[in-house]
């Protein structure tokens, strides 16, 4: 929220810097040379990015480098202009332009590059995003002179040329190449011919579903803060703890990451796999997640000034909306008992169906079939098979490998059932390893006393004299 809405006192000095100046100033600089690096090697930008002068005087240059270099120029431009206050510069600028630059990026490519149903339609979801988190700004007096109450904390964190250090490289250097970051995808996939498929209707309904949830999200927000601060009484609770905000603490910003990891989306389906265009979504996970970033920041002022903030943090998830503490044992109980129930009754009838003998020896088995029977025994059989082993059922060392051919005693045994029977073995039967695999006749009778099942040896395997006279015995 803006100090334009209201804020609330907070003791500065009890809390300490998330991280120091230098992980600060550096981990910012890092993320922008890496973005640089990425788009000089990877992308068609790299020679803008080498003679950005040349690049901005031709008519013939890069659209994607001369985006680029524009996005250095404004980002110097910024800087500059934040200079204008006496105290110290004027982080906000930034704040105002969030919401109004990613999408003008992408109507840039609509008109730069040949236009495609794809980068249309992700330029019409980012402009959603951007005129609906415009008006969340300004009902909140984004536009009105207001500002974070978050920057007054760090540059208490990071007083005069510290502050101004941070502001120069994260703010203005490293804030405005993510904003160009995350527009990116669209570049990547106004580079590719490819039609829309199944992957951009996935990345639509979640870029949508997100959108919708970052929406719910602030309204609630707003809402809950203005009554706050409009009824000049001292709350008791100073913060949301209702409605999405009572599954995330920070529902906004998993909804704003996993709204721009889904606007890649639309460049991997373009692309048929992952590229370069990525690297916006990374930054700005980052920015949000790690350590000492904005939700850690947010957490540390709302923990010193309210005491209940604490427990809130130990009952409700920090990014990703999930259960409360208190509610998991008596929702997932259930949920846990009935999903093993269903899991072990669904593999009733397989298991079952394994113990089908003649329908493996006597007939054409499927090769579906025979997938699914070979991944229930190689997945599933010691779960469930090792309990019941003794009378009904084989561990799964016997059961291995029944789709080869093999021979035993010369004689060709194969598992679609052309040719002579497999060998088989009775349940819970004592005998040596030989008789395991000893070869039944084809007059044999099913079913016979106890259950049985078609098996086979090792490649190679051939049975011993002892065996065979064991059996006969």
Same mark, same amino acid.
């Given at each position: 929220?803006?100090?334009?809405?209201?804020?609330?006192?907070?003791?500065?000095?009890?809390?300490?810097?998330?991280?120091?100046?230098?992980?600060?100033?550096?981990?910012?600089?890092?993320?922008?040379?890496?973005?640089?690096?990425?788009?000089?090697?990877?992308?068609?930008?790299?020679?803008?990015?080498?003679?950005?002068?040349?690049?901005?005087?031709?008519?013939?240059?890069?659209?994607?480098?001369?985006?680029?270099?524009?996005?250095?120029?404004?980002?110097?431009?910024?800087?500059?202009?934040?200079?204008?206050?006496?105290?110290?510069?004027?982080?906000?600028?930034?704040?105002?332009?969030?919401?109004?630059?990613?999408?003008?990026?992408?109507?840039?490519?609509?008109?730069?590059?040949?236009?495609?149903?794809?980068?249309?339609?992700?330029?019409?979801?980012?402009?959603?995003?951007?005129?609906?988190?415009?008006?969340?700004?300004?009902?909140?007096?984004?536009?009105?002179?207001?500002?974070?109450?978050?920057?007054?904390?760090?540059?208490?964190?990071?007083?005069?040329?510290?502050?101004?250090?941070?502001?120069?490289?994260?703010?203005?250097?490293?804030?405005? @190449? $993510?904003?160009? /970051?995350?527009?990116?995808? !669209? &570049? =990547? #996939?106004?580079?590719?011919?490819?039609?829309?498929? *199944? +992957?951009?209707?996935?990345?639509?309904?979640?870029?949508?579903?997100?959108?919708?949830?970052?929406?719910?999200?602030?309204?609630?927000?707003?809402?809950?803060?203005?009554?706050?601060?409009?009824?000049?009484?001292?709350?008791?609770?100073?913060?949301?703890?209702?409605?999405?905000?009572?599954?995330?603490?920070?529902?906004?910003?998993?909804?704003?990451? @996993? $709204?721009?990891? /889904?606007?890649?989306?639309? !460049? &991997? =389906? #373009?692309?048929?796999?992952?590229?370069?265009?990525? *690297? +916006?979504?990374?930054?700005?996970?980052?920015?949000?997640?790690?350590?000492?970033?904005?939700?850690?920041?947010?957490?540390?002022?709302?923990?010193?000034?309210?005491?209940?903030?604490?427990?809130?943090?130990?009952?409700?998830?920090?990014?990703?909306?999930?259960?409360?503490?208190?509610?998991?044992?008596?929702?997932?109980?259930?949920?846990?008992?009935?999903?093993?129930?269903?899991?072990?009754?669904?593999?009733?009838?397989?298991?079952?169906?394994?113990?089908?003998?003649?329908?493996?020896?006597?007939?054409?088995?499927?090769?579906?079939?025979?997938?699914?029977?070979?991944?229930?025994?190689?997945?599933?059989?010691?779960?469930?098979?090792?309990?019941?082993?003794?009378?009904?059922?084989?561990?799964?060392?016997?059961?291995?490998?029944?789709?080869?051919?093999?021979?035993?005693?010369?004689?060709?045994?194969?598992?679609?059932?052309?040719?002579?029977?497999?060998?088989?073995?009775?349940?819970?039967?004592?005998?040596?390893?030989?008789?395991?695999?000893?070869?039944?006749?084809?007059?044999?009778?099913?079913?016979?006393?106890?259950?049985?099942?078609?098996?086979?040896?090792?490649?190679?395997?051939?049975?011993?004299?002892?065996?065979?006279?064991?059996?006969?015995?």
């Amino acid at each position: 929220m803006t100090t334009k809405t209201g804020s609330t006192p907070v003791d500065l000095d009890a809390i300490p810097p998330p991280v120091p100046f230098a992980a600060c100033v550096g981990g910012a600089a890092l993320q922008v040379a890496g973005l640089l690096a990425v788009w000089s090697q990877k992308t068609s930008a790299s020679a803008c990015l080498a003679k950005p002068m040349a690049c901005v005087r031709s008519d013939d240059a890069d659209p994607w480098g001369r985006l680029v270099v524009g996005a250095l120029t404004v980002a110097a431009f910024i800087w500059a202009v934040s200079l204008r206050t006496d105290a110290h510069s004027d982080a906000s600028i930034v704040d105002r332009l969030w919401s109004i630059q990613p999408w003008v990026y992408c109507w840039y490519v609509c008109f730069m590059f040949p236009l495609s149903p794809r980068v249309a339609l992700m330029t019409a979801l980012a402009t959603a995003w951007g005129i609906r988190l415009t008006y969340n700004f300004a009902i909140k007096g984004g536009y009105s002179g207001g500002e974070d109450y978050r920057w007054a904390v760090v540059r208490h964190w990071y007083p005069g040329w510290r502050y101004e250090i941070v502001h120069a490289v994260f703010v203005c250097g490293f804030q405005q @190449l $993510l904003l160009l /970051a995350i527009a990116a995808p !669209a &570049v =990547a #996939a106004a580079q590719s011919p490819a039609p829309l498929n *199944a +992957g951009d209707a996935l990345a639509a309904l979640v870029f949508v579903g997100a959108l919708v949830l970052e929406t719910v999200a602030d309204r609630q927000q707003f809402v809950f803060q203005t009554a706050k601060y409009a009824s000049g009484a001292k709350p008791t609770k100073g913060f949301l703890d209702t409605g999405v905000w009572a599954y995330s603490r920070h529902p906004n910003y998993f909804a704003e990451v @996993l $709204l721009w990891w /889904a606007f890649y989306g639309f !460049a &991997v =389906a #373009a692309t048929g796999d992952f590229n370069w265009s990525g *690297a +916006g979504a990374v930054c700005l996970t980052i920015l949000f997640t790690a350590p000492g970033a904005s939700a850690d920041l947010t957490e540390r002022l709302s923990g010193n000034k309210y005491p209940a903030y604490k427990e809130y943090q130990q009952k409700v998830s920090r990014l990703v909306p999930w259960i409360p503490s208190e509610e998991r044992p008596e929702v997932l109980g259930p949920v846990a008992r009935y999903a093993f129930l269903g899991y072990f009754a669904s593999h009733i009838p397989i298991t079952m169906f394994i113990d089908a003998q003649a329908a493996i020896d006597h007939r054409h088995f499927p090769e579906p079939a025979q997938a699914l029977l070979d991944w229930h025994i190689r997945v599933n059989g010691d779960f469930l098979m090792v309990p019941l082993r003794r009378p009904f059922m084989l561990s799964r060392r016997r059961l291995n490998a029944i789709d080869a051919t093999t021979r035993i005693d010369g004689v060709e045994r194969r598992r679609d059932g052309v040719g002579p029977r497999r060998a088989r073995r009775r349940f819970g039967s004592g005998a040596s390893s030989g008789e395991r695999y000893a070869s039944s006749s084809r007059s044999s009778s099913w079913p016979s006393k106890g259950c049985m099942i078609a098996t086979r040896p090792p490649s190679g395997y051939r049975l011993s004299s002892t065996a065979r006279t064991r059996r006969r015995r």
